[in-house]
C-alpha cells in the first residue's frame, strides 16, 4: 500500500506544476492577445517577458516527467527550484503564495531524497 502511496504523492506533486501550465496553455490559446497578457502579468511581479517561454517549458517538461516518473529526482530537484524561485518573486506580492510555494519545494525536495516511487518510467530500466 505505502509503493503506491509514494506514486499518488509524485503525481499530485507533479500536477501543481503541470496543471497550472496546462490552464495557462489553453488561456493563453483562448485570446489573441492570450500570450501578450501572460507576459504583461510576469512583468508585473518583476519578471521579464524572456521568462515566459522559459516558465513554460520548466513547468510542462519538469511536470510531465515528474507525472511518468522519468528522471523522477533531476526533475524534483528543478521543480524545487522553480518553487524556491517563484517563492521568493511571487511572495513578495503574497505572503499565502510565498508559502504554498515554500511547501511546495519541501515536496520536491522529499521526493528527490526519495525518487524510487512505483508506476514510474524509472523503474522500467530496472
Known amino acids: 500500500m505505502n509503493k503506491y502511496l509514494s506514486a499518488l504523492g509524485r503525481i499530485l506533486l507533479s500536477s501543481t506544476f503541470l496543471g497550472v501550465v496546462i490552464l495557462k496553455l489553453i488561456a ?8 501578450v497578457q501572460y507576459k504583461q502579468v510576469l512583468g508585473q511581479v518583476g519578471l521579464g517577458e524572456n521568462f515566459a517561454p522559459l516558465l513554460i517549458l520548466i513547468e510542462l517538461l519538469g511536470g510531465a516527467a515528474l ?4 528522471k523522477t529526482k533531476a526533475s524534483a530537484y528543478l521543480l524545487t527550484c522553480l518553487a524556491l ?4 518573486v511571487v511572495g513578495r506580492f503574497s505572503p499565502e503564495t510565498f508559502f504554498i510555494y ?10 528527490a ?14
Do not use: H, R, V
Open 28 to 35: 493563453i490559446q483562448s485570446s489573441p492577445e492570450g500570450y
Open 67 to 70: 507525472f511518468l516518473g522519468f
Open 85 to 88: 524561485f517563484m517563492a521568493i
Open 102 to 111: 515554500l511547501g511546495l519545494a519541501g515536496g520536491f525536495l522529499t521526493l
Open 113 to 126: 531524497l526519495n525518487p524510487n516511487t512505483t508506476c514510474s518510467l524509472d523503474n522500467l530500466k530496472k
